[in-house]
């Protein structure tokens, strides 16, 4: 590798870790904004989103620029086409973080309605863990963190179908609590999403380090 790739390489990976940190401050402050129900929290989220659009923009013009220059293989090649990747789900994950802070300015100008403990607590810290730890495996190319990333995504899978058949339930015992409710569910929803995102991560980690696609894969498939 010659040492102009290796300082555009090195440069790149400091710029995706800039994105995932304005992405995971975008994620903890909507999350904040939700259950303090402070609406001044949510029009900082906006703020963020910006910025995290356009450094988008910026890391995928600079990959296109090193494949163009140094036509990189292998490893170096992997690097380039999961920054890409991970680039465009850090930005879509700033976008759910901004449909979550929308939801919460709302949300705050609504009589609370009770929900179960597990979408107040610990959806949320689920959720920030796991865009946590995969950027973290990203970074440190850690295998073991990665796949644990990708287990923690059942259990942000399992709060969410709870919390559709609670809001199910609040909607039949009172309709006008409907819109107030939804909101709720679309939050849950967005969350999950980013849940589902940082696996994207996590898998892409795993395709970094040992050239597999696990995505889509079937496990039993293996024993063929």
Do not use: W
Request: glycine content about 2%.
């Amino acid at each position: 590798m010659s040492l102009h790739l290796q300082r555009d390489l090195d440069a790149l990976k400091k710029e995706i870790l800039q994105l995932g940190n304005l992405v995971e401050s975008a994620i903890n402050t909507a999350i904040l904004a939700l259950n303090n129900r402070e609406a001044s929290l949510g029009m900082k989220v906006a703020s963020l989103e910006q910025e995290i659009n356009e450094k988008e923009v910026y890391i995928e013009e600079e990959c296109l620029k090193i494949l163009a220059l140094h036509q990189p293989v292998a490893v170096d090649l992997r690097f380039i086409v999961v920054v890409l990747k991970v680039n465009n789900d850090l930005e879509r994950m700033g976008d759910f973080a901004d449909n979550i802070a929308k939801r919460a300015m709302f949300l705050s100008t609504q009589e609370p309605i009770p929900v179960f403990r597990e979408f107040v607590s610990d959806l949320p810290v689920l959720v920030r863990s796991m865009v946590r730890k995969s950027l973290d495996a990203l970074v440190t190319l850690d295998v073991d963190l990665a796949n644990t990333v990708i287990e923690m995504d059942d259990q942000v899978d399992e709060i969410n179908r709870r919390m559709y058949s609670e809001v199910q339930k609040i909607i039949h015992n009172d309709v006008s609590k409907t819109e107030v409710a939804i909101s709720l569910l679309s939050s849950s929803r967005y969350m999950e999403r980013i849940a589902d995102l940082s696996t994207n991560i996590a898998e892409d980690v795993l395709f970094m380090v040992e050239g597999k696609v696990i995505r889509h894969h079937d496990p039993e498939q293996d024993d063929d």
